[in-house]
């Protein structure tokens, strides 16, 4: 909660702080709300794996100096993506896709060293992320047998890891007002971590590492 408070302290300073002056430096703040693609996968041994589409809306909160060669913001961004992971009908033989959907909230702290001024930035830093559980997205595919398995059902590996460590690295691109941003996303921790508490007739130890492209247009203010 106290993490939370803290966050939602930095957003509103950054909301309200438009321009002031320290070191003999103007320092320009702004405010970005955009929205774009993903395309969401899980890097596993221990599934074979589809990459899915979803979609991502969010807001960052920048804070430029002019003269220096970089600057900083605060991003908040919400998801909905989809992964597919191979099954087979009961009694079948032929494997075909599951689709799952997961939500994702993050919370990311992004630096951006100016390639070209403030119209192209090579961008990178940490994400804390809260995700659902994966859904099927077609309940009557609950008994399908995941592939490589005898046992195991498309609804029993529902239940992943909810919070994740990621780094995102890209570039954006554009002017004042309107940018275009190209984010690679990658979790350090082990999404499909929670299966291992799971009580299986076989036995497994699941590992498993998200993995996102984001492609978005931003409008800044």
């Known amino acids: 909660m106290k993490t939370i408070v803290f966050q939602i302290y930095v957003v509103i300073n ?29 890097d596993t041994d221990n599934f074979v794996t589809e990459k899915g589409d979803g979609w991502i809306v969010g807001m960052a909160a920048t804070v430029d100096l002019p003269h220096r060669w970089h600057n900083v913001s605060y991003n908040i961004q919400l998801g909905e993506n989809k992964t597919g992971i191979a099954a087979l009908r009961p009694l079948g033989s032929q494997s075909e896709f599951v689709d799952y959907k997961i939500f994702t909230a993050q919370i990311a702290l992004v630096g951006h060293l100016k390639l070209i001024n403030k119209h192209l ?21 609950e008994t399908y047998i ?7 059902r498309a609804n029993d590996i529902s239940e992943i890891s909810n919070f994740n460590v990621n780094a995102t690295i890209g570039l954006t691109t554009g002017f004042d007002n309107f940018k275009f941003r190209a984010q690679y996303i990658y979790s350090f921790t082990n999404i499909l971590g ?8 076989e036995t497994l130890d699941f590992k498993g590492n998200q ?10 203010f």
Do not use: C, H, W
Request: charged fraction near 15%; glycine fraction near 6%.
């Open 211 to 220: 993995n996102m492209l984001v492609f978005s247009a931003m409008v800044v």
């Open 194 to 201: 929670k299966l291992n508490d799971k009580t299986f007739s």
């Open 146 to 152: 995941i592939d490589g398995y005898n046992s195991i």
């Open 121 to 141: 930035t090579l961008d990178a830093g940490p994400m804390l992320q809260y995700n659902s559980d994966l859904n099927l997205e077609d309940q009557t595919k």
């Open 14 to 42: 950054v909301l309200f702080v438009t321009i002031s002056t320290a070191q003999n430096y103007r320092i320009q703040n702004a405010i970005g709300v955009y929205g774009g693609l993903t395309q969401f996968n899980i």
